[in-house]
């Protein structure tokens, strides 16, 4: 059982984001990181051996128990109980300026394999109206890709929507939205993602829902 939370949270200027994730039963570990522009600020792990092996009422209590640890960690953030080593922002250096400058050319493309983004509950990641993407990244050789910004958007809706989530060490992100009205008469639902020059996409079609004729 994997699954998990992710959160933007503002403090002041700045915008950290705080995921919490369960590893599966293989670990049984309740991960939360915290980070901000990508760097990890804070990460706080919990076993949950005592609740192996699950059924359908441990399931509920881990839930709970993940629920808590994620919620506690935003707490604890908003009162200030929690000091992150929130890094200065760097100075900016002036720029030279050359009277002919030259751009170095962009590598093949080649060069720059592709991720392969898999969304893990193709077949049930809408209840209702309520979305819950389970997402896996990897790269070309397989391995997880962590630390890299997942975003979601649907195309067709009657507004601009935008959802994100940043990966985990072991490549998994889940994203969870209310999905909003679909007024386009092809919808679809957008994933993609890209890091250090390597990226994925992924498009899913939406079956709008039929207008019932006026009488």
């Given at each position: 059982?994997?699954?998990?939370?992710?959160?933007?949270?503002?403090v002041g200027n700045i915008v950290l984001h705080i995921q919490t994730e369960d590893r599966g039963e293989a670990h049984a570990l309740l991960d939360t990181t915290v980070y901000y522009r990508g760097r990890v600020l804070h990460r706080r792990t919990n076993n949950y051996f005592d609740l192996l092996p699950l059924d359908e009422d441990r399931a509920q209590a881990l839930r709970l128990r993940l629920?808590?640890?994620?919620?506690?960690?935003?707490?604890?953030?908003?009162?200030?109980a929690l000091d992150l080593p929130i890094p200065p922002?760097?100075?900016?250096?002036?720029?030279?300026?050359?009277?002919?400058?030259?751009?170095?050319?962009?590598?093949?493309?080649a060069e720059?394999?592709?991720l392969r983004l898999e969304l893990v509950?193709?077949?049930t990641w809408l209840s209702g109206k309520h979305a819950s993407l389970r997402i896996f990244l990897q790269d070309a050789a397989g391995q997880p890709v962590g630390d890299a910004i997942v975003n979601v958007h649907v195309e067709g809706a009657e507004t601009e929507t935008a959802f994100q989530a940043q990966t985990s060490s072991l490549g998994h992100a889940t994203i969870e939205?209310?999905?909003?009205?679909?007024?386009?008469?092809?919808?679809?639902?957008?994933?993609n993602?890209?890091?250090?020059?390597?990226?994925?996409h992924l498009r899913f079609a939406l079956r709008a829902k039929p207008r019932v004729p006026s009488v």
């Open positions: 059982m994997i699954f998990g939370h992710n959160s933007n949270l503002r629920d808590d640890q994620h919620h506690s960690v935003i707490e604890e953030i908003r009162s200030g922002e760097p100075a900016e250096q002036p720029r030279l300026v050359s009277p002919t400058p030259k751009a170095a050319p962009p590598p093949p493309a720059i394999p592709n509950n193709a077949k939205f209310d999905l909003p009205r679909i007024t386009g008469t092809e919808p679809a639902l957008v994933i993602t890209q890091k250090d020059g390597a990226q994925a």
